[in-house]
């Protein structure tokens, strides 16, 4: 459940090498919708959960956020982002998500990015977040898409030529434990059902306010190969909500 | 858009074999789970849209509705439905969906059983099911799943031995009409995404207030053949909502 991946070197040298890490958020696909779903930062106090190299942290003290907290579980991703993304106005701390505590009323608005499908609850988080919210706030996240994890393997269904048929989907009310093969390494993810996320966030009382099935900008799907495949299956689903 | 299947003599003839369609509600596998989801019907009116052989119709009326209109495309479903499922308080219509006059504030509950995915547009639907809808009202329905309409053949990926292999999916962005096979005939469906459903309701001023995708019950997945294959994949998608 705490599986800290990003701090084996090999696999910290190829994530290093993703565009998303090179250029940061303009280098994520999902980062046109994404950022169209959150809140205005101006003087808020804001949590991001698993921040990685800190892109977003630094995002967010730019429009005015007066403090960002951004924790993940790997030290090698930190040192990264105090020295891409740093600000005084930024604290980067390194540990679990399951660990932070989530005091009453300490934030105005919690982010996470791509994070939550490596842990095993999503009620727990949904609980968590909500305490930690002030009356109103805003939680925006990003995650693998249960179509894109409930069969495993995260890879498509091809013939003998490699040729891609169709995106697998099996097992998809059998949630929990997947591996699968990521930047060269074996990573563990936890497939959630689409009825986890939404029920899970309206029974810690959330009210959702959007739903987004990431898909890619128009340019890149026809100007990189292999983008028009991203229209084929869902990859990642965004929701953004507020606390009641 | 309004293709009227149903009245077809053959596939009827088929339908009317379904269990679903002998036993009622409880022959229907995702009942049991959209019943929880219903709110009182004490006192209401009610609107049912693609009431079919009348089962929802009667169920409300039994549960104290005082009116419910009941709408379907189908001449042949609702001659059955007034035989079979008769009250004082139902009116049954034959009509399209999208040709019924939706008045301002005239209904208190709307629902809809496996109606949707028939219809091209449900940005219309939500706009409509609101406007005749009173302050606080409820729209509950189910859907074929997003998952399950997205590939179009709405059938299994088998091995040359008939071994169901995986649930395949592709062209899920590409929204629009998908042929299929059921009950022996070629039937038109509209394929939708997710993130259509959940922000056709939020945008039209809906809260949503409950997402299931539909399981069948334990002692089915025990004891009947190939039941278990429904643990596989979701077929279908519940949603409750009310007007904000």
Redesign the interface.
Known sequence: MKENKYDNPDFFDQYSRMTRSVEGLKGAGEWHMLQKMLPEFEGKRVLDLGCGFGWHCAYVVEHGAVSVTGIDLSEKMLEEARKRNNSPRIAYKCMAVEDFEFLPDTFDIVISSLTFHYLASFDDICRNVNRCLSQGGTFVFSVEHP?FT??GSQDW?CDQEGNR??????????EGLRRSTFLGEEVVKYHK???TY??GL?KSGF???????A?PQKELVETILDMKDE????MMLLISATKK
Chains 1, 2 share one sequence.
């Open positions: 179509v409930a069969y269904y048929l169709h995106w697998p989907v099996d097992n998809y009310f059998g059902t689409l009825t939404i029920n309206l009210e959702i306010t959007e739903l987004v099935e898909q229209l084929r299956r869902p």
